[in-house]
């Protein structure tokens, strides 16, 4: 067995293979700690490629990093959690983007055009974390290349003023229809070969990839697994609605028992979105049945 991920799309420690493992290894997730070596799937610099023939509505054939697609079979390990365009991330997200080299986790993004509100101030923190250098700044006030932008995302999570935009009606739901054919290209060649274990423990607002953690918006529940990725979403889903909400957490509303807890915190964003639209296209069922154990 052996560890894995692959290249990030955006800026930092986890955009190529040495980097990338020196930072896994910081954090712990060495031979010594883990019993297992780690591999980059998609190699030093994402360019190990296997592509995959899906023909669904957004894409005929994905990108799949070529050394998950080689192995024999696979356990998903996803941290429950909060998700600025997804909704939330799980099972799902976790094959969509963290299967895919950057090349497919640009092919999933993709949504534009950002837009900047007048109350940019100017202070170049998008145009600092921009994978492409497509920002810049004008007389104070930041401008989008819209030839240049891939839809990563990480201008709009970086923006303290909340001046970047996207038309989250359209854009969003295309969004999560791509990352769930990313994430049926990437178990497609290994049918009944693949577990999944999410972890509903500190679940947070917003993305691991935030260089950041905030509170929980609400209580630990506990780990599920599941040999379906829609099922164990869908009931991961359902247990954290099922929580009373955080007051103290970035939680804005919907904190009673019952309430969509992750529109509470991106009120733009249906996350249930991804899971039916995984449904739609065969990746397994929205029906679960929870066994406790």
């Not at 490629?49 to 990093?65: C, D, G, L, P, Q």
Request: aromatic content about 8%; glycine content about 10%.
């Amino acid at each position: 067995p052996f560890l894995t991920d692959t290249n990030t799309l955006y800026l930092g420690g986890r955009s190529n293979a040495v980097e990338h493992i020196e930072t896994a290894i910081l954090h712990g997730f060495d031979y010594a700690v883990a019993g297992a070596p780690l591999i980059i799937a998609d190699g030093l610099n994402g360019k190990n490629i296997h592509k995959v023939t899906i023909n669904r509505k957004h894409f005929s054939e994905v990108s799949i990093a070529g050394d998950i697609a080689a192995a024999d079979s696979m356990i998903v390990l996803s941290h429950f959690k909060g998700h600025i365009a997804a909704g939330f991330g799980g099972a799902l997200k976790n094959l969509a983007m963290g299967c895919a080299p950057p090349e497919g986790k640009r092919a999933q993004h993709n949504a534009r055009p950002f837009t900047i509100a007048d109350n940019c101030t100017g202070c170049a923190s998008c145009m600092k974390v921009c994978p492409k250098d497509a920002i810049r700044v004008v007389a104070k006030k930041s401008v989008i290349d819209q030839e240049l932008c891939i839809g990563c995302f990480e201008c709009l999570h970086a923006c303290p003023e909340h001046a970047i935009d996207i038309d989250w009606e359209t854009e969003i739901p295309q969004f999560m229809e791509r990352m769930a054919e990313y994430a049926y290209g990437a178990v497609k060649e290994k049918e009944g070969k693949v577990g999944y274990m999410n972890f509903l423990i500190r679940i947070t607002p917003d993305c691991d990839c935030f260089p950041f953690s905030d509170a929980p918006i609400v209580p630990d529940i506990g780990i599920l697994a599941s040999t379906d990725p829609v099922a164990i979403d869908a009931a991961g889903f359902d247990l954290v609605n099922q929580q009373q909400g955080y007051a103290d957490s970035l939680l804005a509303s919907h904190h009673h028992p019952g309430g969509d807890k992750f529109k509470g915190v991106h009120a733009q964003t249906d996350g249930y979105r991804q899971i039916r639209y995984a449904e739609e296209i065969g990746m397994g069922t929205r029906n679960y049945e929870l066994v406790r154990i």
